[in-house]
Protein backbone atom coordinates (compact mmCIF):
# COMPACT_ATOMS: atom_id res chain seq x y z
CA UNK A 1 0.00 0.00 0.00
CA UNK A 2 1.13 3.17 -0.97
CA UNK A 3 1.86 5.55 2.35
CA UNK A 4 -0.02 9.09 1.34
CA UNK A 5 0.40 11.94 3.55
CA UNK A 6 -2.94 13.93 3.11
CA UNK A 7 -3.25 17.69 4.43
CA UNK A 8 -6.92 18.50 3.84
CA UNK A 9 -7.50 22.73 4.28
CA UNK A 10 -11.07 23.89 5.17
CA UNK A 11 -10.84 27.39 6.06
CA UNK A 12 -14.55 27.30 7.12
CA UNK A 13 -16.43 27.36 3.85
CA UNK A 14 -18.99 25.92 2.54
CA UNK A 15 -17.93 22.09 1.49
CA UNK A 16 -19.38 22.82 -1.79
CA UNK A 17 -15.98 24.97 -2.37
CA UNK A 18 -12.84 26.18 -1.54
CA UNK A 19 -11.79 22.68 -0.53
CA UNK A 20 -7.98 21.80 -1.60
CA UNK A 21 -6.09 18.71 -0.93
CA UNK A 22 -2.05 18.31 -0.91
CA UNK A 23 -0.33 15.25 -0.85
CA UNK A 24 2.59 13.37 -1.91
CA UNK A 25 2.76 10.44 -3.64
CA UNK A 26 5.49 7.28 -3.50
CA UNK A 27 7.46 9.20 -5.82
CA UNK A 28 7.66 12.21 -4.09
CA UNK A 29 5.26 14.27 -6.27
CA UNK A 30 3.17 16.84 -4.51
CA UNK A 31 -0.31 17.11 -5.84
CA UNK A 32 -3.15 19.66 -5.32
CA UNK A 33 -6.34 18.84 -6.17
CA UNK A 34 -10.35 19.08 -5.73
CA UNK A 35 -10.40 15.91 -4.88
CA UNK A 36 -8.62 13.51 -1.86
CA UNK A 37 -6.56 10.84 -3.29
CA UNK A 38 -8.25 7.62 -4.29
CA UNK A 39 -6.02 5.58 -2.06
CA UNK A 40 -6.69 4.85 1.68
CA UNK A 41 -5.33 8.07 3.71
CA UNK A 42 -2.52 7.65 6.34
CA UNK A 43 -3.45 10.67 8.42
CA UNK A 44 -5.97 13.64 7.51
CA UNK A 45 -5.96 16.99 9.49
CA UNK A 46 -8.54 19.34 9.63
CA UNK A 47 -7.72 22.93 10.20
CA UNK A 48 -10.21 25.08 11.08
CA UNK A 49 -10.38 29.05 12.87
CA UNK A 50 -10.28 28.11 16.18
CA UNK A 51 -10.60 31.41 18.03
CA UNK A 52 -9.26 31.35 21.33
CA UNK A 53 -10.91 34.33 24.18
CA UNK A 54 -7.55 35.61 25.04
CA UNK A 55 -5.42 35.49 21.55
CA UNK A 56 -8.56 37.52 19.91
CA UNK A 57 -8.08 40.26 22.68
CA UNK A 58 -4.44 40.17 22.06
CA UNK A 59 -4.95 40.05 18.08
CA UNK A 60 -8.20 42.68 18.11
CA UNK A 61 -5.93 45.09 20.67
CA UNK A 62 -2.88 44.72 18.48
CA UNK A 63 -5.57 45.95 15.13
CA UNK A 64 -6.53 48.87 17.85
CA UNK A 65 -3.47 49.99 17.55
CA UNK A 66 -2.29 50.01 14.01
CA UNK A 67 -5.35 52.36 12.81
CA UNK A 68 -4.58 55.35 10.65
CA UNK A 69 -1.40 52.95 9.48
CA UNK A 70 -0.58 51.42 6.86
CA UNK A 71 1.07 48.17 8.18
CA UNK A 72 2.79 45.60 6.25
CA UNK A 73 1.74 41.75 8.05
CA UNK A 74 2.26 38.33 7.46
CA UNK A 75 0.97 34.83 6.66
CA UNK A 76 2.37 31.81 6.43
CA UNK A 77 3.02 32.66 2.73
CA UNK A 78 3.12 36.11 1.95
CA UNK A 79 3.06 39.60 2.74
CA UNK A 80 0.26 42.15 2.91
CA UNK A 81 -0.50 45.40 3.59
CA UNK A 82 -3.12 46.67 5.82
CA UNK A 83 -5.04 49.73 6.63
CA UNK A 84 -7.43 50.18 9.46
CA UNK A 85 -9.45 53.39 9.80
CA UNK A 86 -10.07 54.89 12.93
CA UNK A 87 -12.25 53.98 15.50
CA UNK A 88 -12.58 50.26 14.70
CA UNK A 89 -14.85 48.03 16.24
CA UNK A 90 -16.23 44.49 16.24
CA UNK A 91 -18.20 45.42 13.41
CA UNK A 92 -15.69 44.27 10.29
CA UNK A 93 -15.92 44.88 6.74
CA UNK A 94 -13.38 43.64 5.14
CA UNK A 95 -12.07 45.05 1.59
CA UNK A 96 -9.11 42.80 -0.27
CA UNK A 97 -7.82 45.28 -3.19
CA UNK A 98 -5.66 43.03 -5.79
CA UNK A 99 -2.70 44.80 -7.35
CA UNK A 100 -1.74 44.36 -11.15
CA UNK A 101 1.52 43.57 -12.58
CA UNK A 102 4.44 45.84 -12.06
CA UNK A 103 7.06 47.32 -13.97
CA UNK A 104 10.75 46.38 -13.38
CA UNK A 105 11.00 49.63 -11.90
CA UNK A 106 8.55 48.35 -8.82
CA UNK A 107 8.54 45.69 -6.41
CA UNK A 108 5.32 43.68 -5.45
CA UNK A 109 5.30 45.31 -2.06
CA UNK A 110 5.58 48.90 -3.54
CA UNK A 111 2.71 47.82 -5.93
CA UNK A 112 0.69 46.48 -3.12
CA UNK A 113 1.13 49.42 -1.09
CA UNK A 114 0.70 51.75 -3.82
CA UNK A 115 -2.80 50.19 -4.41
CA UNK A 116 -3.60 50.19 -0.80
CA UNK A 117 -2.96 53.88 -0.49
CA UNK A 118 -5.33 54.36 -3.26
CA UNK A 119 -8.07 53.30 -0.97
CA UNK A 120 -7.11 55.10 1.88
CA UNK A 121 -9.60 57.91 1.56
CA UNK A 122 -12.16 55.39 1.13
CA UNK A 123 -11.38 53.26 4.48
CA UNK A 124 -11.70 56.43 6.08
CA UNK A 125 -14.91 57.57 4.86
CA UNK A 126 -16.68 54.22 5.03
CA UNK A 127 -14.66 52.26 8.15
CA UNK A 128 -13.97 49.56 6.19
CA UNK A 129 -10.45 47.53 6.95
CA UNK A 130 -8.35 47.45 3.81
CA UNK A 131 -6.18 44.91 2.96
CA UNK A 132 -3.63 44.70 -0.14
CA UNK A 133 -2.08 40.85 -0.94
CA UNK A 134 1.70 41.18 -1.65
CA UNK A 135 1.82 38.48 -4.80
CA UNK A 136 5.21 38.57 -5.42
CA UNK A 137 7.36 36.91 -8.49
CA UNK A 138 9.13 33.95 -6.46
CA UNK A 139 5.79 32.61 -5.18
CA UNK A 140 3.38 33.97 -7.58
CA UNK A 141 4.54 34.35 -10.79
CA UNK A 142 3.05 37.61 -11.45
CA UNK A 143 5.80 39.13 -14.16
CA UNK A 144 7.82 36.32 -14.48
CA UNK A 145 6.55 33.59 -15.41
CA UNK A 146 5.42 30.17 -13.90
CA UNK A 147 4.98 27.06 -14.88
CA UNK A 148 3.06 27.03 -17.96
CA UNK A 149 2.91 30.85 -17.52
CA UNK A 150 0.42 30.29 -14.57
CA UNK A 151 0.35 32.14 -11.66
CA UNK A 152 -1.85 33.93 -9.30
CA UNK A 153 -3.81 35.38 -11.64
CA UNK A 154 -5.41 31.47 -12.60
CA UNK A 155 -5.14 31.40 -8.65
CA UNK A 156 -1.93 29.31 -8.79
CA UNK A 157 1.38 29.73 -6.65
CA UNK A 158 4.66 27.50 -5.66
CA UNK A 159 3.75 26.47 -2.06
CA UNK A 160 -0.15 27.53 -1.56
CA UNK A 161 -2.37 28.44 -3.84
CA UNK A 162 -3.15 32.08 -4.30
CA UNK A 163 -6.55 32.18 -3.14
CA UNK A 164 -5.65 30.15 -0.01
CA UNK A 165 -2.83 32.54 0.37
CA UNK A 166 -5.86 34.85 0.83
CA UNK A 167 -7.51 32.87 2.66
CA UNK A 168 -4.56 32.58 5.26
CA UNK A 169 -5.49 36.54 5.78
CA UNK A 170 -8.58 36.19 5.88
CA UNK A 171 -8.64 33.99 9.01
CA UNK A 172 -5.76 36.36 10.92
CA UNK A 173 -9.19 38.80 11.16
CA UNK A 174 -11.20 36.13 12.38
CA UNK A 175 -9.00 35.32 14.84
CA UNK A 176 -8.99 38.79 16.29
CA UNK A 177 -12.53 38.91 15.93
CA UNK A 178 -14.71 36.34 16.59
CA UNK A 179 -18.01 38.39 14.96
CA UNK A 180 -16.40 38.44 11.71
CA UNK A 181 -17.96 36.24 9.50
CA UNK A 182 -14.68 35.92 7.21
CA UNK A 183 -16.52 37.71 4.33
CA UNK A 184 -14.74 39.99 2.23
CA UNK A 185 -15.52 42.85 -0.11
CA UNK A 186 -13.03 42.50 -3.39
CA UNK A 187 -11.74 44.27 -6.06
CA UNK A 188 -8.62 44.37 -8.10
CA UNK A 189 -7.22 46.05 -11.78
CA UNK A 190 -5.82 44.31 -14.56
CA UNK A 191 -3.85 41.26 -13.31
CA UNK A 192 -5.32 41.73 -10.27
CA UNK A 193 -8.96 41.84 -11.95
CA UNK A 194 -8.41 38.44 -13.26
CA UNK A 195 -7.63 37.18 -10.08
CA UNK A 196 -10.47 38.85 -8.58
CA UNK A 197 -12.64 37.24 -11.05
CA UNK A 198 -11.40 33.54 -10.49
CA UNK A 199 -11.63 33.94 -6.58
CA UNK A 200 -14.64 35.40 -6.93
CA UNK A 201 -16.20 32.05 -8.69
CA UNK A 202 -14.00 29.50 -6.80
CA UNK A 203 -15.13 31.17 -3.24
CA UNK A 204 -18.14 32.84 -3.71
CA UNK A 205 -19.67 32.05 -0.36
CA UNK A 206 -16.24 34.08 0.98
CA UNK A 207 -17.68 36.91 -1.11
CA UNK A 208 -20.23 39.48 0.42
CA UNK A 209 -19.60 42.21 -2.95
CA UNK A 210 -17.25 42.53 -5.31
CA UNK A 211 -16.32 45.32 -7.98
CA UNK A 212 -12.97 44.87 -9.95
CA UNK A 213 -11.98 47.11 -13.26
CA UNK A 214 -10.31 46.14 -16.77
CA UNK A 215 -9.32 42.33 -16.75
CA UNK A 216 -7.96 41.49 -20.23
CA UNK A 217 -8.97 37.58 -18.93
CA UNK A 218 -12.27 36.22 -17.66
CA UNK A 219 -13.07 32.60 -15.96
CA UNK A 220 -16.29 31.87 -18.48
CA UNK A 221 -19.07 29.96 -17.01
CA UNK A 222 -18.88 27.34 -19.82
CA UNK A 223 -17.13 23.76 -20.20
CA UNK A 224 -15.14 25.34 -23.46
CA UNK A 225 -12.32 26.05 -21.80
CA UNK A 226 -10.15 24.20 -18.70
CA UNK A 227 -9.51 26.23 -15.38
CA UNK A 228 -8.69 28.90 -15.67
CA UNK A 229 -10.45 30.69 -18.16
CA UNK A 230 -13.12 28.03 -17.74
CA UNK A 231 -15.21 25.04 -16.21
CA UNK A 232 -13.28 22.12 -17.71
CA UNK A 233 -11.10 20.08 -15.52
CA UNK A 234 -7.02 21.28 -15.57
CA UNK A 235 -4.60 18.53 -15.08
CA UNK A 236 -0.98 19.21 -16.05
CA UNK A 237 2.13 18.04 -14.45
CA UNK A 238 4.20 20.70 -13.80
CA UNK A 239 6.83 22.18 -11.65
CA UNK A 240 7.87 25.49 -10.49
CA UNK A 241 11.33 27.00 -11.60
CA UNK A 242 14.22 25.69 -9.11
CA UNK A 243 11.92 23.11 -7.49
CA UNK A 244 13.62 19.50 -7.49
CA UNK A 245 10.11 17.98 -8.11
CA UNK A 246 6.93 18.22 -9.33
CA UNK A 247 3.50 18.94 -8.62
CA UNK A 248 0.29 17.45 -10.16
CA UNK A 249 -2.50 20.33 -10.91
CA UNK A 250 -5.87 18.46 -10.77
CA UNK A 251 -7.97 21.32 -10.85
CA UNK A 252 -11.95 20.54 -11.34
CA UNK A 253 -14.68 23.50 -10.98
CA UNK A 254 -17.38 23.56 -9.37
CA UNK A 255 -20.42 25.36 -11.76
CA UNK A 256 -22.17 25.98 -8.86
CA UNK A 257 -19.65 28.63 -7.69
CA UNK A 258 -20.53 30.43 -11.07
CA UNK A 259 -24.16 30.40 -9.99
CA UNK A 260 -23.10 31.30 -6.87
CA UNK A 261 -21.37 34.30 -7.64
CA UNK A 262 -23.78 35.67 -10.41
CA UNK A 263 -26.22 35.81 -6.75
CA UNK A 264 -24.16 38.15 -5.94
CA UNK A 265 -23.63 42.11 -6.10
CA UNK A 266 -20.75 41.84 -8.82
CA UNK A 267 -19.60 44.99 -11.23
CA UNK A 268 -17.06 44.30 -13.82
CA UNK A 269 -15.56 48.33 -14.71
CA UNK A 270 -13.66 49.02 -18.29
CA UNK A 271 -12.68 52.44 -19.52
CA UNK A 272 -14.52 52.97 -22.67
CA UNK A 273 -10.84 53.98 -24.34
CA UNK A 274 -9.59 50.76 -22.96
CA UNK A 275 -9.32 49.02 -26.80
CA UNK A 276 -5.72 47.92 -27.43
CA UNK A 277 -5.86 44.39 -29.32
CA UNK A 278 -5.52 41.52 -27.19
CA UNK A 279 -4.41 37.80 -28.39
CA UNK A 280 -7.33 36.57 -29.73
CA UNK A 281 -9.20 33.68 -28.92
CA UNK A 282 -11.95 32.30 -30.42
CA UNK A 283 -14.90 32.42 -27.64
CA UNK A 284 -14.21 34.68 -25.54
CA UNK A 285 -15.99 37.63 -26.98
CA UNK A 286 -13.22 39.70 -28.66
CA UNK A 287 -9.69 41.28 -28.70
CA UNK A 288 -10.36 44.05 -26.29
CA UNK A 289 -10.90 44.84 -22.67
CA UNK A 290 -14.51 46.16 -23.34
CA UNK A 291 -15.80 43.58 -25.55
CA UNK A 292 -14.28 40.63 -23.07
CA UNK A 293 -16.47 42.63 -20.15
CA UNK A 294 -19.40 42.58 -22.23
CA UNK A 295 -19.05 39.28 -22.59
CA UNK A 296 -18.50 38.25 -19.31
CA UNK A 297 -21.55 40.03 -17.84
CA UNK A 298 -23.69 38.90 -20.70
CA UNK A 299 -22.71 34.94 -19.95
CA UNK A 300 -22.87 35.26 -16.41
CA UNK A 301 -26.54 36.66 -16.45
CA UNK A 302 -27.06 33.95 -18.80
CA UNK A 303 -25.71 31.21 -16.93
CA UNK A 304 -28.12 32.22 -14.40
CA UNK A 305 -30.95 32.29 -16.78
CA UNK A 306 -30.63 29.39 -18.20
CA UNK A 307 -30.57 27.81 -14.50
CA UNK A 308 -33.69 29.15 -13.27
CA UNK A 309 -32.48 32.57 -11.43
CA UNK A 310 -31.65 36.67 -12.31
CA UNK A 311 -28.40 37.44 -12.09
CA UNK A 312 -27.26 40.47 -10.61
CA UNK A 313 -23.86 40.54 -12.42
CA UNK A 314 -23.64 44.84 -13.95
CA UNK A 315 -21.06 46.06 -16.42
CA UNK A 316 -19.88 50.15 -16.15
CA UNK A 317 -18.14 51.15 -18.98
CA UNK A 318 -16.58 54.63 -18.10
CA UNK A 319 -16.39 57.04 -20.57
CA UNK A 320 -13.46 58.98 -21.54
CA UNK A 321 -11.23 56.47 -20.06
CA UNK A 322 -8.73 53.89 -20.73
CA UNK A 323 -6.84 51.22 -18.44
CA UNK A 324 -6.27 53.83 -15.52
CA UNK A 325 -6.14 52.26 -12.14
CA UNK A 326 -6.33 55.49 -10.49
CA UNK A 327 -10.21 56.83 -12.14
CA UNK A 328 -11.35 53.12 -12.40
CA UNK A 329 -10.70 52.35 -8.59
CA UNK A 330 -13.08 55.50 -7.92
CA UNK A 331 -15.74 53.34 -9.87
CA UNK A 332 -14.81 50.35 -7.67
CA UNK A 333 -15.33 52.39 -4.77
CA UNK A 334 -18.38 53.66 -5.74
CA UNK A 335 -20.06 50.39 -7.21
CA UNK A 336 -19.24 48.92 -3.53
CA UNK A 337 -19.85 51.66 -0.95
CA UNK A 338 -23.55 51.34 -0.70
CA UNK A 339 -23.24 47.75 0.34
CA UNK A 340 -20.57 47.81 2.74
CA UNK A 341 -22.55 51.06 4.23
CA UNK A 342 -25.37 48.95 4.60
CA UNK A 343 -23.30 45.17 5.87
CA UNK A 344 -21.75 47.57 8.62
CA UNK A 345 -24.99 48.54 9.67
CA UNK A 346 -26.54 45.41 9.97
CA UNK A 347 -23.45 44.19 11.70
CA UNK A 348 -23.29 46.93 14.23
CA UNK A 349 -27.06 45.44 15.26
CA UNK A 350 -26.11 41.71 15.30
CA UNK A 351 -23.60 42.17 17.35
CA UNK A 352 -25.24 44.88 19.60
CA UNK A 353 -28.09 42.22 19.90
CA UNK A 354 -25.66 39.62 20.78
CA UNK A 355 -23.62 41.62 23.66
CA UNK A 356 -26.86 42.92 25.57
Keep these: MKVIICLFILLLVDLSYGEIYQWKDSGG ?14 AINQLAVEVDSSLEKSLFNQLKTE ?36 SRDESAKESAYNTSRRWQRFSEKTGAIIIAP ?13 PQKWGYRGLFGRKQGADMFLNDVISYYQRANSFYDGKI ?15 LVRHPNKVHAAAF ?11 QFPWPNGMKQRYRVIRWPGELTDKIIDIRPDPKGWLKASQLPVTVIVGENDLE ?18 YWVESMNKYANKNGLEGHVKLKIVTDVGHNFGKLAAECQYAMKRQIESHLINE ?3 INAHTE
Excluded at 29 to 42: A, G, I, N, V, Y
Excluded at 134 to 146: P, R
Design 67 to 102: EGERVLKSVANGNFYQYIPRGISKAFAVVVVNHGMF
Design 29 to 42: RTHFSDKPPKEELT
Design 213 to 223: SAPAWFSLPTY
Design 277 to 294: KIRHVDGVGGDTHVDRAV
Design 348 to 350: NIR
Design 185 to 199: FLSGHSAGAQFANRY
Design 134 to 146: VFDNYSYAVTSEG
